[in-house]
């Protein structure tokens, strides 16, 4: 009777190592899924080429001037002009195929008054060469995070 045990706790103990390889090889992988890994939102202008990262405005308040911050990613094979719009304020930029163009470190673009309080959001209009627009909705931060104490206008 002791060999059975053994044969049967072996068979057991396959059983659960195949189970649970099964259950990750069904699990999506997270990495492979695009997101918004930051504070700010991520939006595709047309393709998924031609995009903006990350976009947010920095305020005080609202009606104060505020700096936009985020990422034009071109990775398309020519040369596109990407352009952001919120109120009164923003940007058309040619951005290098393939390359991308930070707002706020490359390029500065303020808002005279930013239209929404921080914690709320702004609307905006993103745009790119032969790929129309599209409306995104960005988030107005303050001074409250430490990292963005600096940046705040």
Known sequence: MPRFDRLVRGAAAIGAAALLAGCSWMTPIQTAELYAAGDGVRVEIGVPEVRVENLMVLAAEEGAEGAVYGALVNDTS???????????GGIEMPVAANDSVLL????????????????????????????????????????????YADLVP
């Open 78 to 88: 020519e040369e596109l002009t990407i352009g952001v719009t919120i109120g009164d």
């Open 104 to 147: 706020g470190v490359d390029e500065e673009v303020v808002i005279p008054a930013v239209p929404g309080p921080p914690g709320g959001v702004v609307e905006a209009t993103l745009s790119a060469e032969g790929q129309g627009s599209v409306p995104a909705t960005v988030p107005v931060l303050d001074d409250t995070l430490p990292q």
